[in-house]
C-alpha cells in the first residue's frame, strides 16, 4: 500500500499500489482519511478497516468483550481497536512477545497460550488457525482475519462436535457497495476521535524509503520491529 495526498492541504489517501508507487487517486481501491487525519492514524486506521470489514461477516449475536486474540502484530492492533470501537470493555490477546506495543491499548490483557483459558470468540491474526482451537469454547466463533499459512488445517470433525462456526474474515470477501471505503473513514476517524494521534504514534514507525530492503530481509529472516506498524518515508534523505 501506498499513502501519499494531491497537495498538502488535501486528505491523505491510501492506493494499493507497491510502497512509495505514484498512484491514481481515482484508481480502484484508494480510500481517503477524513481532512486533518495524521500520517500515523491514515496508517493505522489500515489495520482496523480489515478488522471492521471481517467482523462485519462474524454472525449476529457474536460477542466482542472477552474475546480472545491471536497474534500482536499489525493486523492484531487493528483488530483490538475494532473490537474497542464496537464496545468490548476488555480483550484478551494471546502472544509470546513480551511487552508488546499492543499491549497499551486501553482494555487489553496480554496473554501466554497455556494461561489464555477460553473464549466464545477467537480471532486469529498469525495465520495459524489451528492453534486457536484449544482455546475456543463449545459453540464459540473462530475468526480467520491474518491470512492463513497454504498448510493450514482445522479438523473437521472437531468443528461439528464442538459446534464451532468458522468466519472467513478476507477484508475483500463481497461486501455492499463503497464498504471498503466507508470503512477506512470510520476507522480513521474513529482513531483521531477517541484514541488521539499522539497514542497512534507510538505503535508506528517511520523509516526511511532508502532502508526498506534493509527492514524486509529482517522481516524475512524473522525478526520485526518493535512498533507494529511500519512507515516508509520515500522522501526521507
Known sequence: MALGRRDEAGPWLLAPVPHG?????????????????????????????????????????????????????????????????????????????ERPPIATVP????????????ADTVIDTTGAPERALPLLAPGGVLGLLGTPFPRAELPA?????????????????????????????TAAAWLTENVGPGVVARWCRIVPGSLAPEVFRQLRDGGRLAEPVVIFDWEAE
Request: hydrophobic share 45%; aromatic share 4%.
Open 21 to 97: 508507487a505514484a498512484f491514481d487517486p481515482a484508481s480502484p481501491g484508494t480510500v481517503s482519511a477524513p481532512l486533518g487525519t495524521s500520517v500515523p492514524v491514515a496508517a493505522a486506521a489500515r489495520f482496523q478497516q480489515m478488522a471492521l470489514l471481517g467482523l462485519n461477516r462474524a454472525p449476529a449475536g457474536t460477542g466482542c468483550t472477552g474475546a480472545l486474540v491471536l497474534g500482536s502484530g499489525p493486523v492484531a492492533l487493528g483488530c483490538v481497536l475494532e473490537l474497542r470501537r464496537r464496545g468490548a470493555a476488555e480483550v484478551r490477546v494471546v502472544t509470546s512477545r
Open 107 to 118: 482494555g487489553v490483557e496480554c496473554l501466554r497460550h497455556e494461561g489464555a483459558g477460553t
Open 157 to 185: 470433525l472437531a468443528v461439528h462436535r464442538n459446534g464451532w462456526t468458522v468466519v472467513g474474515m478476507q477484508e475483500l470477501a463481497p461486501a455492499a457497495p463503497d464498504a471498503y471505503r466507508s470503512a477506512y473513514a
